[in-house]
């Protein structure tokens, strides 16, 4: 058997082998599986990963939607405290980003040397313990100064998991996916987020209206936590029936990996994490403020109705499960840059306009408002999980993607809602969340420019996915070039 060596830059040329073993062009990895027990396979590799994902998001919309509550049970909030409480509270979210990238750092090289299925179960194992256990902690009224100290504690682990959820879902579904179809595919990766958050304030907002805000405070606040317990053992049960991806088995099983994916990935593809982390950037900070920090920032800033608030969350979230499936299959076909640039370039210029319609009193206004900014980050989110996994070469995907997602998140996403709302507090400033929105909008546009177009290429063996030569404004052809080159590889190798 021949071993290559992993390159600093390497070009996609002519067909090259990733390794001298002839597999069946129809059962090689990226390709259409042929058989009922393929697709089956397919089918929960694609479950497994949304679900898994569905357990973590639903967690930090749960967080979100009841911030207020988990502020006055954990934190003392009052009327009239200038917001303390809430920023204390959105700020232990923060703090539990920070230990994200210690989790990329340990989870990312577990997973690009033991393989993706394993991490996955303990990622999700880990975050529904911690989940869990937020339901049943003590308040600040029967411990004091422990309650917070416990509450950040399983924020801790659940960032601490979270840190190898998302990027080894990501990078797995991927690996999992055929290659002229991983668009469509990996967008489930985000359905299965969109069904965690809309879950979370379908849950949380009919337990409000149900019992009432003082229901909640009183201990109601537990349930939708509580709730993560089953959902989690259901993902688990099912990521522990789940096949290695077949792009890192065939990696590994030909020694196309390296036993220090850390120091390969910061020597020799530092380019590519500067530009997924230039991305994440622009995904999180839309992501966190329009599905994470809205409710807190309709209600608490604008002083809207919070059921009103809420249910208009959930209509734009049920318009984005119906549109982010065909915007994945869409970019399938025309390519990811160009689905990408229009998003970014969209928040770039509208969000503000966007957000200072969400301060109108005019209901129908307000929901054009949130659907402008849902309808930019249907097309972000549709086409991430095919995207950035695509960064990088197969034995250092899990790494490159778990440490730039992570540290961007950390260091520029993750603290956005406590930074919005300690800012408008400051500034009297409303439209602070639009501002926020533009910045990101303006590096996002940036770092999609940088990137190769990668659709429909394959993911296989030492080589990045994509011709060197689409980086920058993107031109037509190339997915097609990605498409005939994936298939002579399937073909001759």
């Known amino acids: 058997m021949t071993t290559t060596s992993l390159k600093d830059e390497p070009m996609m040329t002519s067909p090259q082998p990733v390794h001298d073993k002839h597999p069946d062009p129809q059962t090689a990895p990226g390709a259409e599986p042929s058989t009922e027990e393929g697709r089956r396979s397919l089918h929960r590799s694609i479950l497994g990963s949304a679900l898994g994902n569905a357990v973590e998001w639903f967690d930090y919309g749960v967080y979100g939607y009841l911030t207020i509550y988990m502020a006055t049970n954990f934190f003392g909030s009052k009327e009239g405290d200038g917001g303390l409480g809430v920023t204390l509270t959105l700020a232990t979210l923060a703090l539990s980003f920070l230990v994200r990238p210690l989790g990329g750092l340990i989870l990312g090289p577990l997973g690009d040397k033991v393989g993706r ?5 303990l990622t999700v194992t880990l975050m529904t313990l911690a989940t869990g256990a937020i339901g049943l902690l003590p308040t600040l009224d029967t411990v004091g100064l422990l ?3 416990l509450l950040l504690a399983c924020r801790l682990v659940q960032g601490f998991s979270a840190g190898g959820e998302y990027g080894g879902a990501a990078v797995y579904m991927a690996e999992s996916a055929p290659d002229r179809r991983r668009g469509f595919l990996g967008s489930f990766l985000e359905f299965g987020t969109t069904v965690g958050f809309m879950l979370a304030a379908v849950v949380c907002t009919t337990l409000i209206a149900v019992v009432g805000d003082g229901g909640m405070e009183a201990g109601w ?4 936590f509580l709730l993560t317990i089953p959902l989690g053992l259901t993902a688990l049960w099912i990521r522990t029936r789940l096949v290695e991806a077949p792009v890192f088995s065939e990696a590994s099983q030909h020694k196309e990996t390296t036993k220090s994916p850390l120091r390969h990935v910061l020597r020799n593809n530092w380019r590519q994490l500067l530009v997924l982390a230039g991305f994440v950037v622009l995904l999180n900070v839309a992501f966190y403020l ?3 920090y809205m409710p807190t920032y309709l209600s608490g800033q604008l002083g809207h109705s919070t059921a009103q608030g809420n249910w208009m969350l959930v209509a734009i979230m049920a318009l984005m499960l119906v549109a982010i499936p065909p915007v994945g299959a869409l970019s399938d076909r025309v390519g990811r840059k160009p689905l990408l640039l229009v998003a970014a370039a969209g928040y770039t210029v509208l969000s503000v306009p966007s957000v200072m319609l969400l301060g109108m009193q005019n209901l129908i206004l307000q929901f054009l408002g949130l659907a402008v900014l849902g309808l930019l980050l249907v097309i972000l989110v549709a086409s991430v999980s095919s995207t950035l996994p695509a960064l990088f070469p197969t034995a250092v995907r899990y790494t490159g993607f778990a440490i730039a997602y992570n540290f961007s998140t950390a260091f520029f996403a993750g603290p956005s809602q406590t930074v919005a709302n300690q800012l408008i507090e400051t500034t009297g400033n409303q439209l602070v969340p639009g501002w926020y929105m ?3 909008g ?10 190769r177009e990668t659709a429909q290429a394959t993911l296989r063996g030492e080589e ?3 011709a060197p030569e689409s ?3 993107p031109k037509p052809g190339y997915v097609e070039r990605n498409r005939q080159d994936a298939e002579a590889r399937r073909a001759i190798f």
């Open 290 to 292: 329009i599905l994470g």
């Open 147 to 149: 309650a917070p100290i």
């Open 442 to 451: 303006v590096i996002g546009l940036v770092s999609v420019l940088c990137m």
């Open 438 to 440: 533009a910045l990101a």
């Open 221 to 224: 606040w537990r349930a939708p």
């Open 117 to 121: 299925q394993k991490v996955m179960v």
């Open 471 to 473: 980086v920058g404004v």
């Open 464 to 466: 990045l996915p994509g």
